[in-house]
């Protein structure tokens, strides 16, 4: 599949803070997918994009589809202890169908 | 509850053997995904079945198959099992192949290999 380069690896939050992450790729993609994972959990979609520019926002969730095609960010505003767990990135190339998944930004609580 | 649901939730079983994993799609889904998650190696994307048929593939080996049936549940067979096959293995759907993405995953089978 093709190289998505999601960063940070891991974050830890402070309640109330904002954080962001984002995921790149040397290819153009048409799609672009942010999903959550609880422990003991499957993925669950938070944001879809398809756009370039594309702006979301789901709740304090707040995605965009870079202008380039190439890369994507994700917004959580006013973190609050739940958010805490796995996001992915995922993408759509524009050569290719299927989808490929980042490697994925463990947030943890900072204590 | 993602509608979506996966049997067994853990598998333990030794190397050479073969395990049958089971998948219940959404209701009203016709996309089934199958997608394996190691620690090393992220999610990965193995199959894709549209009402019965194969629609894409993925980084599957050959020791792996899938079918989907015509009430839509799916199979993912492993055979001849190695160590490195112990992951999880999570199976997704979503009404359409080409114009939606995996929306709803099961919480997955835990595959370890002894």
């Known amino acids: 599949g093709q190289q998505l380069n999601q960063s940070p690896q891991s974050m830890f939050i402070q309640e109330g803070e904002d954080v962001s992450m984002n995921c790149t790729s040397s290819?153009?993609?048409?799609?672009w997918l942010w999903y959550k994972q609880d422990p003991g959990e499957g993925p669950v979609l938070l944001i879809a994009l398809y756009k370039a520019g594309e702006l979301t926002s789901n709740g304090r969730l707040t995605a965009q589809f870079g202008i380039t095609r190439k890369d994507s960010f994700l917004n959580i505003s006013a973190s609050i202890p739940s958010d805490v767990g796995i996001y992915f990135c995922?993408?759509?190339?524009?050569?290719?169908?299927?989808?490929?998944f980042g490697a994925g930004t463990t947030v943890t609580v900072r204590a | 509850d993602s509608g979506v649901t996966q049997t067994p939730k853990h598998l333990i079983t030794a190397t050479g053997q073969r395990v049958t994993l089971r998948c219940s799609p959404r209701?009203?889904?016709?996309?089934v995904y199958w997608y394996q998650q190691s620690l090393d190696q992220g999610l990965q994307f193995l199959i894709q079945y549209y009402n019965g048929e194969e629609r894409a593939k993925g980084n599957i080996l050959e020791r792996f198959s899938a079918q989907q049936f015509p009430d839509l549940h799916s199979e993912l067979n492993l055979s001849s099992l190695e160590l490195g096959d112990s992951a999880l293995y999570f199976c997704?759907?979503?009404?359409?192949?080409?114009?939606?993405?995996?929306?709803?995953f099961g919480d997955g089978t835990r595959l370890s290999i002894l």
């Open positions: 209701s009203g889904d016709l996309s």
């Open positions: 995922a993408g759509v190339p524009s050569n290719d169908y299927k989808l490929s």
């Open positions: 997704a759907s979503s009404r359409d192949t080409l114009s939606e993405q995996p929306q709803h």
């Open positions: 290819s153009i993609f048409n799609t």
